[in-house]
């Protein structure tokens, strides 16, 4: 092995061919780093240029048993020449660290590319663990790729040697021995990662990761079973600034910009749960920024405080996931007949229960809707991927204070955890939120903290506000007053009035779009973080002649105006949902029109190609047209 | 507390015309009174005075109150407290709460509101049975009480209020009496100019499902063979004679006469604001009638409130400009796409 020991970049001496889009997918156990070395090619790739999309894929257990299957932890990126809409439902290269990981993974490698292990860790032992009779790199049953049996291991201890690390420490830089090979293969620049490893490690440490980088990097250039490299091209982003972020992170960064935009302070109070919790750490590392942060106790707690924050003016967040949302659905309640604003995050995973917490699902869209006591509409709105998290809380935060609700933010684990390239928006494009509190009326009139503006809004007065000193409660009151009232005709019009209110919210958001022909045999109608597939199964279904359209919901209670149009335009609707019909059954009792479901529950994302059979199953049987994934 | 400018308040001001809907003769009456007096002699400011409150009998407190207010949901009272104070420090933020919303349904949130320290005052409403949902029994009623829900008797052992907010180092503990307007409105008016959580537990009667409960400690012709007032630095005195201390034996306290050799100088002196709880968890244990039952502050000690010690990280304006936000957009890892 040569020995480098200068950060420059490195030109390869073999043959390079050029591929418009390319999917990689690390695997490794869950200590192994893959996320690391995912992320790490994430960042190099959009540097690069490329349009990216991501899907880490982890299990729930922090460490599993060793090379167990349970423990395998993946991390995929799509990076390319072209707009990338998915992470990809098949991988061009795949690394794995362990027989566990292959097992688990080789079935996402197409036929005939590259799969790239670790030959050290092929023992007896981790052949048992994960349950392989015979090494699968010596019986033949990998014919059908092209296999790279690096010694990885044996290779990451000789170059890191100079450092001194022990084995155990040296042995952890096998992620950055098969980052810095897969940078070989597509002629990726080292110099982020190794700028990245001067940030994040120190010493030693830091020396050794760049050892390893190298050495892997070099691997790929002197081995022969390595004829050539790839190079993806840039892709033509739209002109602007742009960073990398998951859904949880535009997220986070939304709700600061709604606060700044609305110059309130952001109160953001959770309870850690997967998958949320990452928008309580990137919160909490951002209370210079005008954010106050508090872990409640329980998710009882958060919303709790949230509804005495919101009363006392803030802009108050709450976020969970799905059986957290359950604990909070008392205090949602609560929040409905308050009538104060708050936005409540729901980052979807896999239920019922504990479920599969660390995996995706749509499954919570009727709990919002629907799971609270007595009438207690909510608006409800999902975001579509990693980016679109940004402006959805934004818009909630409009919605919340226009109309002086709680509003619900759907994500899922997909969204949250995933990432794409982001334009950042210059601060001009951010409109600003205009929230306005009462001060106290001239002369006698008493105040009327139930008074209703032209939506069904009513003024938010708070605390501190001398003569506009007011009680709200859970009972039901009178309009205007807000006195106590069990007058059956008052409760009437008062879940009129409550119901009414959000059905306003209509008024406030724009009309549904939809790509593709205006009318049509198929319109895929979906919501949420199916958005990238559906996008694109309908679009190559386009390219092969079928009337296809598509339309995306971000808007789910209520819904734009002009959905029961859009619907009447396309002899048949598609509904691909990552539950059993929870839209679909929603589509069905507002608009009486039916649809065809299309619904998954396995802890997945779709794939383009499981979207392009249904929707090619639904056009007119004599249409034949080849569709090619 | 927020002092207002304007002339002398009377208890009058803080009245809201809403009809008070406890049954007559209900001790939630002159809890009432008791606190309007307070309010009115410390001068509170009604706009910048919030009441937040939970489900029952007690949780009607607000209403009543020409104050800001909030009437929520069963037991969460601290935790919407906690949110409202987090981020309106300037705000005096009150709590009331009940035997049944504060130490059953609540009580997880009533311990961490107590040890963060959220300078909030919880008024916890004790009448040992649920009142608003007919008469059954509560975590702190007695053992053997025959309620709607226990028909052989309560077989189980309660949960003592102050032992509970002791345990969740409290840094003001107090007990009080409905009907005793001169302790209770002291216990008030001391919670109120505590900085850092107050907890005040008052016996009150619910003279329709759980009636007399509390006459050892009500009643002016015995109470005082029943209860010790406590008085920082001062002796345990107690008695109608004042002829009955409380003296050290072991790790607790054991009743004595007073003479035959036994003088104030062998009983335990008070001390609120001692380094540990140990004397104020002893003082909370004793119960009627083995022990006399103690009254007044138990615990006042200071140490730092939540809004203090979160400032640690908390940035120095509220509103980051433009340009912050900004760079917090572009993070430090972004590129430009000419």
């Not at chain 1, 690390?26 to 790739?45: E, P, R, V, W």
Request: glycine share 10%; net charge negative; aromatic share 6%.
């Amino acid at each position: 092995m040569p020995t480098v020991t200068e950060d420059k970049a490195t030109a390869t001496a073999k043959p390079v061919s050029e591929r418009r889009s390319v999917v990689v997918r690390f695997c490794g156990d869950s200590g192994d780093g893959m996320q690391l070395a995912g992320s790490q090619l994430t960042q190099t790739s959009a540097f690069a240029g490329n349009d990216i999309a991501t899907f880490p894929d982890f299990p729930a257990e922090i460490r599993a048993p060793r090379g167990s299957l349970a423990g395998v932890s993946g991390f995929q990126v799509h990076f390319a020449a072209d707009t990338v809409l998915t992470p990809g439902d098949a991988v061009d290269a795949l690394v794995a660290m362990n027989p566990a990981a292959l097992k688990e993974n080789l079935h996402w490698l197409k036929p005939g590319q590259t799969l790239i292990v670790d030959d050290d860790a092929f023992d007896a032992r981790g052949l048992r663990q994960a349950g392989y009779a015979a090494n699968p790199l010596d019986d033949g049953a990998l014919a059908s790729w092209n296999v790279l049996r690096a010694p990885v291991t044996t290779l990451t201890k000789a170059a890191v040697a100079p450092t001194g690390l022990g084995r155990k420490q040296s042995e952890q830089c096998r992620n950055f021995f098969t980052l810095g090979l897969v940078y070989w293969l597509y002629g990726r620049d080292l110099q982020p990662t190794l700028d990245f490893i001067k940030r994040k490690f120190k010493d030693e440490v830091a020396e050794a990761a760049r050892l390893a980088l190298h050495a892997g990097w070099s691997y790929g250039e002197t081995t022969e079973a390595l004829e050539r490299s790839y190079i993806v091209p840039r892709a033509k982003l739209a002109p602007g600034r742009y960073r990398n972020v998951t859904g949880n992170e535009a997220l986070s960064l939304g709700l600061i910009a709604a606060a700044r935009l609305s110059a309130k302070t952001l109160f953001y109070c959770a309870y850690p749960i997967t998958p949320a919790s990452d928008i309580l750490h990137f919160l909490s590392r951002n209370r210079a920024h005008g954010v106050r942060t508090f872990q409640a106790e329980d998710e009882i707690a958060a919303i709790s405080a949230c509804i005495g924050a919101a009363f006392g003016g803030a802009m108050a967040v709450t976020g969970s996931s799905g059986p957290g949302l359950a604990l909070k659905a008392e205090g949602l309640g609560l929040a409905v007949m308050l009538e104060l604003p708050l936005v409540v995050i729901d980052v979807q995973r896999g239920g019922p229960s504990t479920g599969l917490p660390t995996k995706v699902e749509q499954t919570d869209l009727l709990q919002v809707m629907f799971g609270r006591s007595g009438e207690a509409p909510m608006p409800v709105l999902a975001a579509s991927g990693p980016g679109d998290c940004f402006n959805t809380v934004i818009e909630a935060w409009c919605i919340a204070t226009r109309l002086m609700t709680p509003v619900i933010v759907l994500s899922d684990a997909f969204v949250a955890n995933g990432s794409e390239p982001w334009r950042v928006p210059e601060m001009a494009e951010l409109a600003l939120i205009p929230v306005k509190h009462p001060t106290a009326p001239a002369g006698d009139e008493p105040f009327l903290p139930y008074a209703r503006d032209d939506l069904l809004a009513r003024p938010w007065a708070v605390p501190g506000t001398p003569g506009l000193e007011h009680r709200i409660g859970g009972l039901e009151k009178t309009d205007g007053t807000g006195a106590i009232s069990y007058d059956p005709l008052n409760h009437q019009h008062m879940v009129n009035v409550r119901a009414q209110k959000v059905a306003n919210a209509a008024t406030l958001i724009p009309p549904l779009t939809v790509e593709g022909p205006e009318t049509g045999d198929v319109l895929v109608l979906a919501w949420g973080g199916t958005m990238g597939a559906c996008r694109e199964a309908t679009i190559r279904a386009r390219a092969a002649g079928l009337s296809v359209a598509h339309a995306h919901l971000r808007h789910l209670n209520p819904m734009p105006a002009n959905l029961g149009a859009v619907l009447g335009r396309y002899g048949k609707v598609l509904m691909p949902e990552l539950n059993t019909g929870q839209l679909a059954m929603l589509i069905r009792a507002r608009f009486g029109v039916d649809v065809v479901q299309l619904n998954k529950v396995q802890g997945r994302p779709f794939t383009v190609d499981e979207l392009l059979q249904a929707i090619q199953a639904l056009c007119a049987p004599a249409e034949t047209a080849e569709v090619t994934p | 507390m927020n002092v207002p400018t304007n002339p002398v308040p009377v208890p009058a001001d803080y009245a809201t015309d809403q009809e008070v809907r406890w049954c007559p003769g209900c001790g939630d009456f002159a809890v009432l009174a008791q606190m309007k007096k307070v309010l009115a002699g410390l001068g509170a400011k009604r706009e910048t005075t919030v009441f937040i409150s939970g489900i029952g009998c007690a949780s009607r407190f607000p209403y009543y109150l020409d104050t800001y207010g909030m009437h929520g949901i069963h037991g969460r009272a601290p935790a919407i407290a906690t949110g409202l104070k987090r981020m309106r420090p300037e705000l005096d933020v009150w709590v009331v709460t009940g035997d049944g919303d504060g130490l059953s349904i609540g009580v997880g949130h009533l311990i961490h509101a107590l040890r963060r320290n959220v300078d909030i005052k919880v008024l916890l409403f004790n009448n040992r049975i649920y009142g608003l949902t007919k008469g059954q029994f509560s975590p702190t009623s007695t053992p053997g009480l025959v309620t709607r829900s226990t028909p052989f008797g309560s077989m189980l052992e309660p949960l003592n209020a102050l032992t509970t907010a002791l345990a969740a180092n409290c840094s003001f503990v107090a007990r009080a009496v409905d009907t005793q307007a001169e302790t209770l409105g002291e216990v008030l008016r001391r919670a109120a100019a505590h900085k850092g959580s107050a907890f005040v537990e008052i016996y009150q009667n619910c003279h329709v499902f759980n009636d007399c409960t509390f006459d050892y400690a009500k009643d002016n012709k015995i109470r005082h063979d029943h209860v010790v007032e406590l008085e920082h630095g001062k002796p345990l005195i107690f008695g109608i004679e004042r002829d009955m201390g409380l003296r050290q034996v072991g790790f607790g306290l054991e009743v004595v006469g007073l003479g035959d050799g036994i003088t104030e100088d062998d009983l335990v002196r008070h001390d609120e604001s001692a380094a540990t709880p140990a004397l104020a968890q002893i003082l909370a244990a004793m119960r009627h009638p083995q022990m006399p039952e103690a009254i007044g502050v138990l615990r006042a000690v200071q140490r730092p409130t939540q809004n203090e010690l979160m400032a640690r990280g908390d940035g120095p304006g509220l509103h980051p400009t433009n340009d912050d936000l900004a760079e917090l957009l572009r993070g430090k890892d972004s590129w430009v796409v000419e």
